[in-house]
């Protein structure tokens, strides 16, 4: 099977019996060399002399005493967010219960503890689906898996739903490609190369192997297009892996059923549309037409869901805010979902 996304820093990290993603050190001190963390020329002692003591050994304990001495106050700041992490990382043992321990129980964050940088979420979003994929044949499946950590553009044309990744979409419009030449040249309204993002289907997605790492490919996420439904899949495969439950997703046209019981928004825009039909409040056509997709997710097993919804399905919508901007939260498919508790 072709590899791909060797950036995530899958190659680094090891497997539990349970198929979780085990933290180790050399992943741990990926963290280390990033850019933001290497001393530069103006670097003071006390940073240096940490930065190389964290390099021999990432999971040294570091005190308040360690990163207060350093001097620059944004270097300062960043080894505060690391070392957070990082004891975050160690304290869970894996990738996955650190994702949950994120959104679920004490040390959540909602329960007081130290913010974790949006960045480090989809990292640990992207590692575990590239886990969750390996062996994967399907293209299509694991373009659609980038939804759940890089914000899409979305446009809309003749009907069909196109998402292009937002940060390689701004990239051509600010540089039109050509890097520090193109910003230039943009910027002095001289015209630059035209560049068109490829768009995958059944008969090229082949393509997106050798380009998996360029984020330079758009997905058809229109109902009844391939792109949808390998999204449905990834998902399934999402919740499976996270909280071994397995759930069959399809895309619907509309939710016609009077007896709605529960509703995920996959994203904060959707869920708020959502929560406001479900209300029984009339929205505009104009904000109506931020939903992408509506899904009906069903529990191969009922007895898994929650008494009061055991027997109905789930709604899931998929939304742009007025930005067109899609921003998928997969976190709310693990923490929303009507599960029944497990003694």
């Known amino acids: 099977m072709p590899d791909f996304w060797r950036s995530s820093g899958y190659h680094l990290l090891d497997r539990r019996g349970d198929g979780r993603l085990v933290v180790t050190n050399a992943f741990l001190r990926a963290y280390v060399m990033r850019p933001e963390m290497r001393p530069v020329a103006e670097s003071c002692a006390a940073e240096r002399k940490l930065h190389a003591a964290l390099l021999d050994d ?44 994120l959104f679920v129980g004490a040390n959540s964050l909602e329960g007081g503890r130290p913010p974790v940088p ?36 979305v446009t809309i044309a003749d009907g069909a739903i196109m998402a292009a990744d937002e940060e390689t979409v701004e990239m051509y419009t600010v540089t039109g490609g050509q890097g520090s030449l193109g910003r230039l040249m943009v910027e002095s309204n001289t015209a630059t190369r035209q560049v068109e993002l490829d768009v995958l289907s059944e008969g090229n997605a082949a393509l997106y192997w050798t380009r998996d ?85 069903e529990f191969a097993d009922p007895r898994l869901m929650r008494g009061d919804v055991a027997g109905h399905p789930v709604y899931l919508g998929l939304a742009v805010d007025e930005a067109s901007r899609l921003r998928l939260k997969p976190q709310n498919l693990l923490v929303n979902l009507p599960i029944v508790t497990r003694g």
């Open 58 to 101: 990432p999971r040294r304990s570091v005190a308040t005493a360690d990163i207060a001495a350093i001097v620059d106050p944004d270097a300062r700041e960043n080894y505060g967010v690391l070392i957070a992490f990082r004891d975050r990382l160690v304290a869970a043992g894996t990738i996955e219960d650190c994702y949950l321990g």
């Open 213 to 297: 790492e360029r984020h330079d490919t758009v997905i058809e996420l229109s109902f009844g297009r391939p792109g949808l439904d390998a999204l449905c899949r990834t998902l399934e495969a999402w919740v499976r892996h996270f909280l071994d439950v397995a759930v069959a997703i399809q895309p619907v046209r509309a939710i016609s059923d009077e007896r709605w019981r529960w509703h995920i928004g996959l994203d904060a825009e959707a869920s708020a549309i959502m929560n406001e039909l479900y209300g029984g409040i009339t929205l505009p056509e104009e904000r109506l037409a931020r939903i992408l997709a509506l899904f009906r997710l």
């Open 118 to 153: 949006p960045l480090f979420i989809d990292q640990l979003a992207h590692v575990a689906l590239r886990h969750i994929l390996d062996g994967a044949d399907d293209p299509l499946r694991v373009r659609a898996a980038e939804l759940l950590f890089r914000p899409q553009r």
